[in-house]
């Protein structure tokens, strides 16, 4: 079998198995069918959905915590009573009650998983 001159250059030993057909055998036991095919979450991307702890977290003010409050009720995305238990505890325990403050880039530098 012609070899290229560049191949064996690089791979003198190979090249020689090859050449006198003394390539080594392998056995192989076993093959693995849990393996994650990476074809398929190679364009899969984690999406982020806020929740209204994650907006009421970026505020400064109780009061734009409040204003978020109210906009969330008013898109449906958080219901009345929700939006009660939410303002109260806003009143008693305060904004940092929700968890602490997400400054911009938060998820750059932490990711999603938190």
Do not use: W
Not at 47 to 64: E, H, M, S
């Amino acid at each position: 079998m012609p070899m290229n001159k560049d191949f064996e250059d690089t791979f003198p030993a190979l090249s020689k198995e090859l050449r006198n057909g003394e390539t080594q055998k392998r056995r192989i036991d076993g093959v693995r069918h849990d393996m994650p095919d990476k074809s398929d979450s190679e364009g899969e991307e984690k999406t982020f959905l806020p929740d209204a702890v994650d907006y009421i977290r970026r505020c400064d003010t109780a009061a734009q915590a409040r204003e978020i409050i109210e906009y969330l009720v008013k898109q449906g995305e958080l219901t009345a009573s929700d939006a009660r238990e939410m303002k109260r505890q806003l009143k008693n325990e305060g904004l940092r009650s929700f968890g602490s403050k997400k400054e911009k880039g938060h998820y750059l530098r932490f990711g999603l998983e938190e």
